[in-house]
C-alpha cells in the first residue's frame, strides 16, 4: 500500500493567514492526489483533484501543487469556514489511501 | 444533483455481519464506480473498496476476506457487507461515488451512517 503522510497533524491560524498542509507519499503517485476537507459531523468534500485542480464551486483561495511524492494545500487567506480537517488522499493504486489528516482551528 | 444515502442497522453484535445500503438519488448508478469508506471514532480515513455498477469490485485487502459488496440496478442502490465483526468494526460507514475520469475521486459522498459493534 502507499503510505500517505500529512504534517503538520494539527495547526492553528488567524483570519487573513496563509495556511499550508503538506502531504508526502511512499512512493510516486504522479499527479493523482486529492484534498478533501472534512467539518466535524460532516461527510468528507472534495476540494482539489489531481493536485492541483479546483473542484466546481470550492473558493479560489483554495489552492494544490506538486507531483510525485509531494505536495501541499495552501489557503491563501484564511476565514473562519475553513475550520476542518483536511485530509490528502492518493487515487493512482488501489487501496486509495488517505493522509491522516491536518486539524486546522482558527485563533 | 446526485445524493447519497446511507440505511442499515446502528447495532451489530460482535463476529455478526455489518450490512449497509446507500441509495443513490439525481443519477444513474450506471457507468460510474460506487465505494464505501469507513471512519473509526476520532480517527481518519479508510477505504473499504469499490464496485463499478456492472459488478465488478476492488476491496482493501486488509478487509478482503471479509468484505462483500453488490449493486441493485433496479432500485439504484449498492451495499456492503462486512462478516464477522469486532469492536474495531465501530466506525461511521460512507458510501460514495469514484469518477474514474476524473482522477479517481470521490466527488458525492453519503452523509455517513454510525454502525456499533457490541454485544
Known amino acids: 500500500d502507499i503510505q500517505m503522510t500529512q504534517s503538520p497533524s494539527s495547526l492553528s491560524a488567524s483570519v487573513g493567514d496563509r495556511v499550508t498542509i503538506t502531504c508526502r507519499a511512499s512512493?510516486?503517485?504522479?499527479?493523482?492526489l486529492n484534498w478533501y476537507q472534512q467539518k466535524t459531523g460532516k461527510a468528507p468534500n472534495l476540494l482539489i483533484y489531481?493536485?492541483?485542480t479546483l473542484q466546481s464551486g470550492v473558493p479560489s483561495r483554495f489552492s494544490g501543487s506538486g507531483s510525485g511524492t509531494d505536495f501541499t494545500l495552501t489557503i491563501s487567506s484564511l476565514q473562519p469556514e475553513d475550520s476542518a480537517t483536511y485530509y490528502c488522499?492518493?487515487?493512482?493504486?488501489?487501496?486509495?489511501?488517505f493522509g491522516q489528516g491536518t486539524k486546522l482551528e482558527i485563533k | 444533483q446526485v445524493q447519497l444515502q446511507e440505511s442499515g442497522p446502528g447495532l451489530v453484535k460482535p463476529s455478526e455481519t455489518l450490512s449497509l445500503t446507500c441509495s443513490v438519488s439525481?443519477?444513474?448508478?450506471?457507468?460510474?464506480?460506487w465505494s464505501w469508506i469507513r471512519q473509526s471514532p476520532g480517527k481518519g480515513l479508510e477505504w473499504i473498496g469499490y464496485?463499478?455498477?456492472?459488478?465488478?469490485?476492488n476491496y482493501n485487502p486488509s478487509l478482503k476476506s471479509r468484505v462483500t459488496m453488490s449493486v441493485e440496478m433496479s432500485k439504484n442502490q449498492f451495499s456492503l457487507k462486512l462478516s464477522s465483526v469486532t469492536a474495531a468494526d465501530t466506525a461511521v460507514y460512507y458510501c460514495?461515488?469514484?469518477?474514474?475520469?476524473?482522477?479517481?475521486?470521490?466527488?458525492?459522498w453519503g452523509q455517513g451512517t454510525l454502525v456499533t459493534v457490541s454485544s
Open positions: 439525481g443519477g444513474s448508478i450506471s457507468n460510474y464506480y
Open positions: 464496485i463499478y455498477y456492472s459488478g465488478s469490485t
Open positions: 460514495a461515488r469514484l469518477s474514474s475520469s476524473s482522477w479517481n475521486t470521490l466527488d458525492y
Open positions: 489531481s493536485a492541483s
Open positions: 488522499q492518493q487515487s493512482i493504486s488501489s487501496p486509495f489511501t
Open positions: 512512493q510516486t503517485v504522479t499527479s493523482y
